[in-house]
């Protein structure tokens, strides 16, 4: 199978960080014998340089001609222009070119460049978010988009968007996931020397980033967890592993992480059965003991909640190695 081909449409006054992103992240997606998944092409309208936000040009190889051929097209970050902002509506040349998509096309916004998929008509009715400090404008200018200020990315499907910055790499990293698993998904991660795993309902703003008072962060709980992912945790037991009240400990957690503990102890047990589902034999009952499920019925509960399909499906998809008997 040829790889995956994703084009990354460069506009005026791109922001030059957020426009590697997609290469960087999807470059790093193998399969064992070092073989990309993803071809990556970055264009430009009449494959003219590009203007970025900062003090210099890019120069790209290609026009927006590929985006007729891509399975999936990322808009890389542009902040919207007055002329956008006054009448929510695209300029001819990138309207056009934007049309150039095939319908099934997987198209994908990089923070405010969600502002331009809105003038497209591609948001309407759908929930989407962008950076947080224009999802009010964002919602103004486009009443019938759902918007959310409070998540990472969306992903509806065919269309996704993301928050600011760093949420970029979490939706790709979240794309990879979906088309070849957990396990190409963390080794992309691990290349890019990023967190494997943020997920998209997690808050954009994080108050405290960098813990004032290193004694107090939750990190070293957090890692004590991960390592007893098969035994039951409750709030209590974090806390208490802590030197914490539970209140303190949630709200620090909180602070540090931007979701609850027992979200983010669920999300790690499920990221765990989606790993060895993919590179083990262990039959659905040992994987929902081994990653503190308890049992396959709760196992199958939080894949359907998050993924839709079965812990068989999703084993199936991976093409992953069937359970035997004596497992």
């Known amino acids: 199978m ?31 014998d070092g073989t990309r998944l993803y071809s990556v ?53 990138l309207a056009a070119a934007l049309k150039r998509i095939r319908p099934r096309t ?47 990315f969306v992903d509806n499907g065919r269309i996704l968007t993301s928050a600011g910055g760093a949420a970029g ?19 992309a991660a691990r290349r890019c020397v990023v967190a494997p795993w943020r997920e998209g309902g997690q808050a954009q ?6 813990p004032q008072d290193t004694d107090r962060s939750t990190s070293a709980t957090r890692q004590w967890a991960l390592d007893r992912l098969a035994e039951p945790i409750a709030l209590e037991d974090m806390a208490r592993h802590a030197h914490m009240s539970v ?19 669920a999300q790690q047990r499920l990221t765990h059965a989606r790993l060895l589902l993919e590179s083990t034999d262990l039959t659905v009952a040992r994987i929902a003991t081994a990653c503190g499920f308890g049992d396959p019925v709760a196992l199958r509960k ?14 199936r998809a991976h093409n992953a190695p069937k359970p035997t008997a004596a497992r």
Do not use: M
Not at 76 to 85: F, K, S
Not at 169 to 187: P, T
Not at 256 to 263: C, D, M, Q, T
């Open 2 to 32: 040829p790889p995956h081909h994703v084009a990354v449409l460069a506009l005026d006054g791109v922001l030059p960080l957020d426009l590697g992103i997609p290469a960087r992240v999807f470059n790093e997606a193998r399969e064992p």
């Open 41 to 93: 092409s970055t264009c430009s309208l009449g494959g003219r340089p590009v203007r970025t936000h900062e003090d210099f040009r890019i120069v790209v190889d290609h026009d927006e001609s590929v985006l007729e051929t891509a399975d999936t097209v990322v808009l890389a970050t542009q902040e919207p222009g007055e002329h956008l902002l006054a009448t929510g509506a695209l300029p001819e040349e």
């Open 106 to 152: 997987r198209i994908v916004s990089l923070c405010t460049s969600a502002f331009l998929l809105g003038a497209a008509g591609l948001l309407d009715g759908r929930r989407a978010t962008t950076h947080w400090a224009l999802c009010d404008a964002l919602a103004r200018l486009f009443p019938g988009v759902e918007v959310d200020p409070d998540v990472l």
């Open 169 to 187: 790499i979490d939706l790709c990293l979240h794309l990879v996931r979906l088309d070849h698993g957990a396990a190409v998904a963390s080794a």
């Open 205 to 210: 703003f994080i108050e405290h980033p960098v």
């Open 247 to 265: 209140r303190t400990y949630t709200r620090g957690f909180r602070s540090e992480v931007g979701s609850s503990p027992l979200k983010w102890l």
């Open 302 to 315: 939080h894949f359907y909640a998050q993924l839709g399909l079965s812990p068989l499906a999703y084993r």
